[in-house]
Every structure is written in structure tokens, then in C-alpha cells.
């Protein structure tokens, strides 16, 4: 019995496009228990590593309870509430269009109808390139290595895997798909479009498409292997620079930067976090390596936001009163929840600065009755990934030479963006401080962005326009910059400039 049977068994569906054959690696499993329980890795199974397997692969030698598992690409979330509204520019062409934000953890695509503009249909899904590490660096690196094009192949299987569900959901032929916008940071658009990610990962940190007269990108559906017409067009927005990618140009695009007069701001945050600041005239950008500790990974009981995840929390009579999604019982906290637990513990005195609990505790109980906690070395690895958000909003504002009152208006985009507390997030240096009244939660401004430029030509030739304008900022080359991580690495606001 492989493990791929036993996932039958539980009626749970794994990916597959070879009949089981070992040959699509569509069906990768993370093996979290009784891996010696298995058969030695097949010969197709040399690109995984760890405790990945193909569960098509995978012969169970011992008991089926001797192991768990769990799938790396898990059943779709179809997302109904947040489809955009309102009016799009749209040239009114015929047949269906994907728009697509590729995420290092979550894509999010939708199926757009091209005359109309309506989003006919949302989904995300995680990113199953897991196996090749959890941030850009080490897809990177696992690209570099002998199982180049493993990466690119298991994405573009997931996304086949999405087209067929959506054309059997909606009775659509894949041959009405004509065209499809895919926004993603450096890494992940080059791995999509099988493109050599290695010049990204070192010095000066450039796509190859930077050396070409544009960045933007664009292949028949044939040559990437998508299911739709033959011919339809993938495309990709531009770069704006190095890590900066074509998400951020998107989301650049959704704001609609390039008519503000005054100064605006935009925070992607995310495993990587981006920060532009600018108007029409003159725009700079950073992106801030702040890690996965925000968005569910390096904290015990972190997750993503989803169901069973504490979303916010606040001191009540002694104890940490919590908001669970989904209603249910808490199975771990997301980023906006843990905003807002080191925000109370700061304002109810129960860690320095510095992140030190009270009564030298160790630990933190959140939610006492599920055995969910934080502890001090959570609180240490939040610090980090803060600092990181710290550095890239305090550097461009300076470099820009603006401080957070002179902000018009802060563009707060990205996964958890909108569950955010924004006054918890000022409070311990995660935001600006620019006034409350003026911060506008956009969501994932990158996916209404891939949308709109696959509707809009006037809007691709506009990325265009708005990427050769913006002024790229290196964090790292700054000479106070190790000086300005340790200072955000600090549970407090972060100063005013005024
Ligand atoms: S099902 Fe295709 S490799 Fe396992």
C-alpha cells in the first residue's frame, strides 16, 4: 500500500496527472511522522529531500498509523468574499483571462471574463514548491542544484491542476482561456516562466530580464505547458529592481500611483516585504527580507490566517480574551493575532522593549485551555521580522526625505494586511506612524493589479512608464543600517521624524 492508497482511504485527494506512474510529481507529500516506516526513496524521488516523498512512491512497510502526512498543495480555498468590485478599465476582448498572484506561500488566481471584466470565479491555493524550501533564497539555491525545473514544474502543474477544476466548475472549455497576468516577486515570475533564478540570489541580486529592454515577460500558453488555448498569452507586469518584483509593479498599478500628487505610501507586507514611497513625480522602493515569522512559520503556535487561527486578541480581566477565525477552537495564532498579543503585552507592561516577559516567565499562556502559547523565543524571532519591516519603511522615508505625518495616505497591502490593528501595529514599530485616519487596508493589491493590467493595455504600456521611474533603495548598503535593525527590533513606535 503506498501512501498515496491511504490518502484514498481518507478520502483525501492528491494531486496526479501520470496515473500514479512517479513521473508528473504533481503528488508530493511532507511525510511529519514514521518516515522510517517507509520504503527507501525510488529512483524518481531523487529531487526531494527530507521528509518529502511522492505518495505514489511511498510503500508503507509497518501499520498506516504508524505515519502521518500531510499534502502540499491542500485543497483550494474557493474565496467568494473578497472579489473586487467596482468599475475596471477594460478593453472588452472575448474569452477568459487568468489573473495571478504567486506568492512564495499562497497563490491567489482568478478567472476573469475578458469583455466584462467581472471576476468569474477566485481561488487560492498554497504554493507546492514547499519542498524547495520556505523563502525565495532557498528556491533559489534548490533551482541551482541538479533538479533544475523541478520548482517550475510542480507550480505549473498546481495551476493546471486549478484550470481543470474551474473549467469542470463552470463548464468552461480551457480553449476560451486566451490570456493570463501572473504578478509574483523576482523569484517566484522567473521560476514560473522556467527562467535561471541563480543571478537573483547573488550579488547585485538581478533578474536575468534585467539586462533585456524590458522586464516584462510574455510566452504562448504551449511553451510554459499551461491547459488553455495553445496561444493564449501568458504575460507578466514588469520588475521594478531586484527583489522588488513584478507584485509590487501590479500593486503599484492598483493604487494608481502614477496620479497622486501628493506622497503615498505602499507596505506589501509578506514573507518579503515591500515599501514604495512617491507620487507621480518620484518614486522609490525597497524590499525587506522580514521571513516567514509573521505569516505562521518560526513561531511554535503560528499560522496562516485561516480557519482556527487567532486573529486578534486583548487584554480582558487578567487573561488574553482572542477572536478565532472560522468561529471555532484556536489551533494557532495568525499575524494580525500576534500584532496584537505583543501590542497588549507592551501596554499592560508584561515585556520590555526588548521583548522580556514579566516575572521571568518564559512563556506567554494565550490560550490556556489549547495549549497555545508564546514564547520568548517567538517573541525574539517577531522581533526580527519586524525590524526588517522597520528598516525598509524608516530607510525609504528618509531617503525620500519625508517623515510619516507627511504621508497622505499609507497603502497597507498583503496576506493578513486587512485583519490588521492598525493603532497595535503602530504601537510596537510594525507600521509608521503615520495618523490612523490615513492608513487604507487594501488587501492583496498585487492580485487587483495582475486584473486590471489584463484587462487594461494602456495600463501594461503605464507599468511600463511607472517602473523606469522608481528609484531602487539597497537596506543593507546603508551605513547606519545594522544600527537602525537593532533599534527595530524593539517593541515600540518608531519615531516620528517631527
Ligand atoms: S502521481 Fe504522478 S508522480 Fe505520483
Keep these: 500500500m503506498t501512501l498515496f492508497d491511504c490518502a484514498d482511504q481518507l478520502a483525501l485527494r492528491v494531486p496526479t496527472s501520470c496515473g500514479r506512474a512517479g513521473h508528473c510529481h504533481e503528488c508530493v507529500v511532507e511525510v511529519t511522522r514514521g518516515l522510517e516506516s517507509l520504503s527507501p526513496k525510488s529512483g524518481d524521488e531523487a529531487f526531494l529531500r527530507g521528509n518529502y516523498r511522492l505518495a505514489c512512491q511511498a ?3 509497518g501499520e498506516p498509523s504508524d505515519v502521518a502526512f500531510s499534502l502540499l498543495r491542500r485543497s483550494p480555498k474557493i474565496l467568494t468574499g473578497s472579489v473586487s468590485s467596482g468599475p475596471v478599465e477594460c478593453d472588452g476582448r472575448a474569452g477568459y483571462g487568468i489573473a495571478m498572484d504567486l506568492g512564495t506561500t499562497t497563490v491567489v488566481l482568478e478567472l476573469v471574463d475578458l469583455r466584462t471584466g467581472a471576476t468569474v470565479y477566485q481561488s487560492s491555493f498554497d504554493n507546492p514548491q514547499r519542498f524547495g524550501g520556505s523563502d525565495v533564497m532557498h528556491r533559489i539555491s534548490y533551482d541551482g542544484g541538479p533538479f533544475r525545473g523541478e520548482l ?6 498546481a495551476v493546471n491542476g486549478e484550470i481543470r477544476e474551474l473549467c469542470r466548475d463552470l463548464g468552461i472549455a480551457r480553449r476560451e482561456i486566451v490570456e493570463a497576468m501572473v504578478a509574483g516577486n523576482s523569484t517566484m515570475r522567473d521560476l514560473f516562466f522556467g ?3 541563480q543571478p537573483i540570489g547573488q550579488r547585485p541580486y538581478k533578474s536575468i530580464t534585467e539586462a533585456r529592454e524590458t522586464t516584462a515577460l510574455e510566452e504562448p500558453a504551449h511553451r510554459l505547458g499551461i491547459l488553455a488555448d495553445p496561444q493564449a498569452r501568458i504575460m507578466s507586469p514588469p520588475l521594478v529592481a531586484s527583489h522588488v518584483g513584478a507584485d509590487t509593479s501590479a500593486a503599484l498599478i492598483a493604487i494608481g500611483i502614477e496620479s497622486r500628487r501628493e506622497i503615498v505610501m505602499l507596505v506589501d507586507v509578506g514573507t ?3 515599501v514604495v514611497v512617491g507620487n507621480s513625480e518620484r518614486m522609490m522602493a525597497a524590499s525587506c527580507p ?7 512559520g518560526l513561531v511554535r503556535y503560528g499560522m496562516p490566517g485561516g480557519d482556527g487561527a487567532i486573529e486578534s486578541a486583548e487584554f480582558a480581566g487578567g487573561s488574553l480574551e482572542y477572536r478565532v477565525i472560522g468561529g471555532g477552537e484556536p489551533r494557532g495564532i495568525c499575524g494580525s493575532g500576534l500584532i496584537d498579543i505583543l501590542a497588549e503585552l507592551r501596554r499592560h507592561e508584561q515585556m520590555t522593549p526588548k521583548g522580556v516577559f514579566s516575572a521571568k516567565r518564559r ?7 489549547f495549549g497555545i502559547t508564546l514564547s520568548r523565543e517567538d517573541a525574539s524571532n517577531l522581533a526580527q521580522a519586524k525590524a526588517a519591516n522597520f528598516c525598509g519603511q524608516a530607510i525609504v522615508m528618509r531617503k525620500f526625505g519625508v517623515t510619516p505625518k507627511g504621508i497622505s495616505k499609507l497603502y497597507l497591502a498583503g496576506g493578513f494586511a486587512n485583519y490588521v490593528n492598525v493603532r497595535n501595529a503602530i504601537g510596537i514599530g510594525f507600521l509608521a506612524p503615520v495618523p490612523e485616519e490615513r492608513i487604507a487596508k487594501i488587501g492583496n493589491a498585487s492580485l487587483q493589479g495582475a486584473k486590471e493590467l489584463l484587462l487594461s493595455e494602456r495600463k501594461r504600456k503605464l507599468a511600463e512608464t511607472i517602473v523606469r521611474r522608481i528609484e531602487h533603495v539597497e537596506l543593507e548598503t546603508q551605513p547606519d543600517f545594522f544600527d537602525l535593525f537593532v533599534e527595530g527590533c524593539q517593541f515600540k513606535p518608531m519615531p516620528s521624524g517631527d
Excluded at 517550475?152 to 502543474?157: D, F, N, S
Excluded at 522580514?290 to 505562521?296: N, S
Design 59 to 61: 510503500f508503507l512497510l
Design 152 to 157: 517550475q514544474k510542480a507550480i505549473i502543474g
Design 195 to 197: 527562467l535561471d533564478v
Design 272 to 274: 518579503n516585504t515591500e
Design 290 to 296: 522580514a521571513g516567514p515569522a509573521f505569516e505562521g
Design 363 to 369: 512563556e506567554i499562556a494565550v490560550a490556556p485551555a
